[in-house]
């Protein structure tokens, strides 16, 4: 079996390896620092004022019994994750919804949030390192360094409260949420159909450029807060990457000829930093899925973030809890075998050295 084929197949096998591990550990969590009758009253339908105490704890009973809560753990989490591998990821009170189709249903916005900002940082940091690491020690390597220090330094939430006071407080530009009360007002499923779920998109689609204007400018703020830091990690590994690259023979060799210096840089050094500063690629964009829900929070976008706050409001919401914090585990697992897989396509020596 080629060597990229049995790289390709162990990294899809730990992908389930992986998710059983992080699920049993989170319904531990769950299940042995909550009472029984905590997790049944999630089930509970809309009270009534004229059912009794024995009726109350009757239904109670019935929902026990119907869910297996009383159950020993292994036994529970076997029923919980045969419900999860048939689709049935259950109820949820706080969102009056099944858990799996309302996950979906948010999954548009935040798509369309982490694509734009990953389209973002990846050419600007690599472009960004690339240049300051070629003219080292010049004004335009001090200003990059200087950026990265500061993006890297700045918590994404102050970073988040800064831009909402200067630009949306102060001068009125951007604003949160997705999209503007006004145009959210003019959509309908009647005169708005929604083909790819990503407002950008479907208003050019739908000739609706307003609506697509109106959605860049409610990216623009999230989307900036959550590829600086990003942005900052990819251009300092690829300064680093660059500063090796340039002292290498072939260079120098090419330089003597009198190879053009743009030609040097793009069609020489710039593929062959690519390969090492892939692995940031990989981090970074996984690290970036688990960032946009803070920022989806703090600027009011309404994606899957939107679950797990409304799942803390008052009685914790086991069900939306636990059904986001699995399908957020699928989609890390997901990217990182595709980036994984990737990474490997075009560096070699990383299946090889994978497969030793």
Known sequence: ??????????????????????????????????????????????????????????????????????????????????????????????????VLPALIQRTPATAELALYSILLF?????????????????????????????????????????????????????????????????????????????????GLLNGRPDVTADAFRHLAMPVFTLSLVHWATLARISRAAILAERRRDYITAARARGVPEAK??????????????????????ASLLTGVFVVEIIFRYNGISSIIVRSMDGIPDAQAALGFTVYSTIIVLTLMFLLDVLQALFHPLVREEALR
């Open 264 to 285: 040097l840089i793009w069609k020489h050094a710039f593929r062959n930093m690519v390969a090492p500063a892939f692995t940031s690629l990989v981090l970074s964009a």
């Open 122 to 202: 990846i050419p600007l940091g690599l472009v960004a390192g690339l240049l300051s690491g070629w003219h080292v020690r010049s004004p335009y390597d001090n200003a990059v360094r200087f950026l990265a220090f500061l993006a890297t330094s700045t918590p994404t939430f102050i970073l988040a409260l800064v831009l909402i006071s200067f630009f949306y407080i102060g001068l009125g530009w951007f604003a949160p949420e997705r999209l503007s009360l006004g145009i959210s007002l003019s959509i309908s499923p009647e005169t708005f159909r929604s083909y790819t779920g990503f407002y950008t998109i479907d």
């Open 1 to 98: 079996m080629p060597p990229f084929i049995q790289f390709v197949l162990r990294r899809f096998i730990s992908i389930p390896i992986s998710l059983l591990v992080i699920t049993l550990v989170i319904y531990a969590g769950v299940v042995l620092t909550t009472p029984v009758e905590t997790r049944a009253m999630l089930y509970f339908p809309e009270t009534n004022a004229h059912l009794t105490d024995e009726q109350v704890q009757h239904i109670l009973d019935l929902i026990i019994e119907r869910y297996h809560l009383n159950e020993p753990f292994p036994v529970q989490y076997a029923y919980w994750m045969g419900s999860l591998l048939r689709g049935e990821w259950g109820y949820s009170p706080s969102l009056n919804a099944r």
